[in-house]
């Protein structure tokens, strides 16, 4: 079983940078593949952001150069580092885990954190 803890959110101006942090717990965190995802108020989750267990990474087109997804093995932690942030991004943001190689897919993922609610005011 993996339990992840999300945190970082909060209330931010258009154009303000947020770093979110994702701390997994169990053993099998180096070897998985880490996800970020959002969800805004009547819509269905959406991709961010992937990292794999080797640091290949994949972006959602609409943050591609705003935001970086990274991980540190060691502290079984993956962040997701938010610049140049706008309205559109306010959105309950989830963290997510699953077994093997990266997926896009909120479906493919068998771990979910409880998310953490970022807002950015216009």
């Known amino acids: 079983q993996v339990q992840l803890v999300e945190s970082g959110g909060g209330l931010v101006q258009a154009g303000d940078s947020l770093r979110l942090s994702c701390v997994a717990s169990?053993?099998?965190?180096?070897?998985?593949?880490m996800g970020w995802f959002r969800q805004a108020p009547e819509k269905q989750r959406e991709f961010v952001a992937t990292i794999s267990s080797v640091g290949s990474t994949y972006y959602k087109d609409s943050v591609k150069g705003r935001f970086t997804i990274s991980r540190d093995n060691a502290k079984n932690t993956v962040y997701l580092q938010m610049n140049r942030l706008n309205a559109e991004d306010t959105a309950i943001y989830y963290c997510?885990?699953?077994?093997?190689?990266?997926?896009?897919?909120?479906?493919?993922?068998?771990?979910w954190g409880q998310g953490t609610q970022v807002t950015v005011s216009s």
């Open positions: 997510a885990a699953r077994r093997g190689v990266v997926r896009t897919a909120a479906h493919e993922y068998d771990y």
């Open positions: 169990g053993r099998s965190f180096s070897s998985s593949a």
